[in-house]
């Protein structure tokens, strides 16, 4: 069977060297076995019929049947269509050519009972088909079953190779050939997954007869490919366990029980306390930890990265934590200093700005291990940064961060530092399980206590006037607020633009010296960003007008109003982080998202989203469905998932499911080496090799 699924693809009746260069190029297909993993995406069940009267915008392709009359060319020369009248018992619609109109016009037989397939479109008013299929009734064989629709491309298309003939293909190696492929999974998982074989699958995605056969194959397939990611994930997950000695951190350390004791500004919530026992735990072992820590906006990821690495300190050890933005670095370390000040612990800030003679004392005091907690930005990264043994590392939002840059902290130190990957906002459970399936995940599922609701309201640009009164009344109540504009790569002129003009509105409606403002955006200098900042957080300003790069962590608890504008523009993970950086006071706090009075449904569905709650994971399901996972996390790591079959956004029980059954394969046979999963342990050895080594994502 192995030599039939690796036949080069020319070889098949029907292909030959021409067509097969093409498959190659446009849909990857080499082989035999690349074409039967080329699954429909669609299918039309056959043995339906549409009536012409029962048209709607829902239908994609169709079939009907009736008679032909009124067949009319119109235009002349190279700009020559053909349109005709298609009727059944119920009303009609027009078919139209727009290519070989002498040709079609020459075989169409006014009065005779035609089948039409296609894809309707309403043109001008009026239902049309462009292009159908058309089969004399005479000629009809009965197809039974169901149609598959296969993508393909423009250049495949005009090759013959569109749906169809893909189609044709996949029949003719079915029709050839006895297709029995080899089963890739247990027996006893596909049991109790109640899973078709491999063999019956492949037909069945291809030839279904009806749609359980579809829905049958449709599982299988899916299950098996998750089911692989996730072995493979797990296989990585205990091969980096093996092989990587971590760090022992054997007490809690004088500097964590210090603090904990005397220092800490707040009981820690149920959720905290339980991240540090797993956080704990790792350190015990002896085992290198690489553990993702999820948690929503506000919900104390920083305490909890600060007690870890006060551990860390305490086992004579030192740590890092890295932050995306220089503002949110530098916040860390005011408040992390002020959290520490009456302990006796060193603690550095090293930024893009950090001057030439500060960075090299840094280094010395660094090497040293004079600095035990280090807080910085991307500057972390350079190759003169080294320490003199560097335990932990806290990546904070780590999105931000490309997978290079997250690997290289790791190489900081001879036995690499254990490892702290933390969230700016939730990913949904099923995303983060694949994506970070070989990572340990920690979710933080509590908000502090005394947290006040945030409100939050939609208005249109019409209500401006309102919502400087509302503004108004804020500030006269001693609340501070931030004013976020867009600034988006592909339009930043215009952004900023709209940013300046802006602040110039609001300078005219809100005139010193009554009112004072901050502005903050990406052009601007560090420390003249800084310098604005800092004015707002000591209270002096009362509107803080900026772009995105306020979007992640900045704590500013009096801030009590977030106002976005445009917000049709920013995607509900940047709303949902904009918005949590109000509510962080005592105070009730409001986000006003406004936008112009046109909204498409994905805009309307994401502030509806805003609106109805505040829940970053549930926030995080909706933009999933909305975006499917690549955008998600980003271009950066979306292509490590190139599913063939599964959907993320819609499969999450099947992961699930897969991820149960690799689990409990591994902890049964955690190095395939048991007879009856060989065939399991090849594969698995083919993927390990065929991508980068996740092992040092983190
Ligand atoms: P995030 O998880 O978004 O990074 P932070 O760590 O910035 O959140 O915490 C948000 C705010 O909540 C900070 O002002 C922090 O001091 C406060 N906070 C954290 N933990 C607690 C707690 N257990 N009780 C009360 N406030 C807390
Ligand atoms: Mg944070």
Redesign the pocket.
């Known amino acids: 069977m192995n030599e039939l699924l690796s036949t080069p693809i020319e070889f098949l009746k029907g292909v030959g060297p021409q067509k097969a260069q093409l498959l190659q190029k446009e849909l990857g297909i080499f082989t035999f076995g690349d074409l039967l993993n080329t699954y429909p995406f669609r299918y039309l069940d056959r043995s339906v019929y549409h009536k012409c009267s029962q048209i709607s915008y829902s239908d994609n392709y169709l079939q009907l049947v009736g008679t032909i009359s009124h067949v009319k060319e119109i235009g002349s020369g190279r700009i020559k269509r053909l349109s005709a009248r298609f009727t059944d018992d119920t009303g009609s619609v027009v078919l139209i050519w727009f290519q070989g109109a002498s040709w079609i016009k020459q075989s169409l037989v006014v009065g005779l009972n035609y089948q039409v397939f296609g894809k309707p479109k309403l043109i001008s008013g009026i239902w049309t088909i462009p292009h159908p299929e058309l089969t004399a009734i005479k000629d009809l064989t009965i197809r039974a079953g169901f149609q598959p629709f296969y993508s393909s491309t423009e250049k495949l298309n005009s090759k013959g190779l569109h749906s169809r003939g893909i189609e044709k293909l996949i029949q003719t190696i079915f029709a050839q050939h006895q297709i029995i492929l080899p089963e890739c999974l247990p027996e006893k998982i596909k049991k109790e997954n109640q899973l078709i074989s491999r063999t019956e699958a492949m037909r069945k995605i291809h030839l279904p007869q009806n749609e359980l056969e579809i829905k049958q194959a449709r599982l299988r397939l899916k299950f098996e490919e998750l089911f692989y990611l996730q072995l493979e994930m797990l296989i990585r997950k205990g091969v980096r366990i093996k092989q990587i000695q971590g760090f022992r951190f054997e007490q809690a350390g004088t500097p964590m029980l210090d603090f904990y004791k005397n220092h800490l ?5 149920g959720a ?1 306390k339980r991240v540090l026992k797993e956080i704990r735990k790792d350190f015990l072992t002896g085992n290198h930890m690489n553990r993702l820590l999820q ?10 990265a600060l007690v870890a690495m006060l551990i860390t300190i305490g086992n004579n050890h030192q740590a890092a934590l890295m932050a995306p933005t220089e503002i949110l670095a530098s916040q860390h370390f005011e ?1 992390i200093k002020e959290l520490l000040k009456q302990m006796p612990i060193k603690v550095g800030l090293l930024t893009g700005s950090t001057k030439k003679a500060a960075r090299t004392i840094l280094f010395e005091e660094l090497m040293s291990g004079e600095i035990q907690l280090l807080i910085g930005t991307h500057a972390l990264l350079e190759d003169p940064v080294q320490f003199k043994s560097l335990g932990l590392v806290v990546i ?1 939002e780590q999105h931000r961060f490309g997978v290079a840059q997250r690997a290289k902290m790791w190489r900081k130190n001879k036995i690499p530092p254990h490892i702290l990957v ?1 969230t ?1 906002t939730p990913i949904p459970r099923t995303l983060a399980m694949t994506f970070y399936g070989d990572l340990d995940v920690s979710v ?1 599922d509590e908000l ?3 947290r006040k609701p945030i409100q939050t309201i939609h208005r249109f640009e019409s209500h401006r006037v309102a919502l400087f009164g509302f503004m108004r009344k804020e500030i006269a109540l001693g609340r501070q607020i931030y004013l976020v504009y867009p600034l988006i790569k592909e339009s930043e002129k215009l952004d900023f633009n709209n940013l300046m003009d802006g602040y110039e509105a609001i300078s005219r409606s809100f005139p010193m010296p009554e009112y004072q403002l901050s502005i903050v955006h990406g052009k601007m200098k560090a420390e003249d960003k800084e310098y604005e900042m800092q004015r707002f957080i000591k209270g002096e300003t009362h509107i803080m007008v900026a772009t995105t790069v306020i979007e992640v ?1 900045v ?1 500013v ?1 009096n801030a009590s109003v977030m106002i976005i504008e445009s917000a049709e523009r920013f995607g509900l993970a940047q709303l949902h982080q904009l918005r ?1 950086r109000v509510g ?1 006071g005592a105070e009730k706090s409001y986000c006003v998202l406004m936008t112009g009075a046109e909204l498409s449904k994905e805009a309307k569905k994401r502030m509806e989203t805003m609106v109805r709650t505040t829940d970053g994971f549930e926030i995080a399901e909706v933009d999933l469905q909305l975006r499917g996972p690549g955008d998600l996390l980003g271009t950066q790591q979306s292509g490590v998932l190139d599913l063939k079959i599964a959907d993320l956004s819609k499969d999450g029980q099947i992961v699930v499911l897969a991820r149960d059954a690799a689990r409990m394969l591994t902890e049964d046979d955690p190095e395939l080496v048991k007879p009856e999963h060989q065939a399991l342990r090849e594969r698995v050895l083919v993927l390990l090799k065929s991508r980068p080594n996740w092992s040092t994502i983190g």
Request: a negative charge.
């Open positions: 500004p707040f009981e820690l919530t905290q948690g929503d906006v506000g919900s104390g990821k920083t305490l909890v408040t904070d933390m700016a933080i502090p206590p005394g962590g704590n608890p949590g962080r």
